[in-house]
């Protein structure tokens, strides 16, 4: 059996490589993942890899993260994946409900709560 097809796949979509490689290497060990640096690389990534979590950054340049949520949440193809937020403010959990996300985590990410956030949606 290949241990690869069974790994649950996370897109992780922020425009700073230093926190792409941060959350990558938290959780590459379990996990297949696919990254994106902005909200169009990261629609076009998850509607051809249809992933089973994203873990997406709010504050981007150009397309922000809430953007990016609300354009998968109309697509039926992307609609049911989870979005986590990623972000480097206070979290503000009415944009989570607003946009459709299922938990907000903060940077500095604690890697334990961001494990037990992701079990808890996967």
């Known amino acids: 059996m290949n241990v690869a097809k069974d790994k649950k796949t996370i897109l992780i979509v922020d425009d700073a490589p230093e926190n792409i490689d941060l959350l990558s290497g938290l959780l ?30 709010v504050l981007m340049p150009g397309m922000d993260g809430y953007e990016v949520c609300r354009r998968l949440k109309v697509e039926p193809a992307t609609a049911k994946i989870p979005i986590i937020f990623v972000t480097g403010k206070d979290a503000d959990k009415t944009k989570e409900k607003e946009f459709g996300a299922v938990g907000t985590i903060t940077k500095p990410v604690d890697p334990v709560a961001l494990k037990a956030l992701i079990l808890s949606c996967t």
Do not use: T
Not at 28 to 51: F, M, S, T
């Open 28 to 57: 590459k060990a379990e996990y297949r993942l696919k990254v994106a640096l902005n909200g169009e690389k990261a629609l076009k990534v998850a509607a051809k890899n249809c992933p089973d979590l994203i873990l997406l950054d």
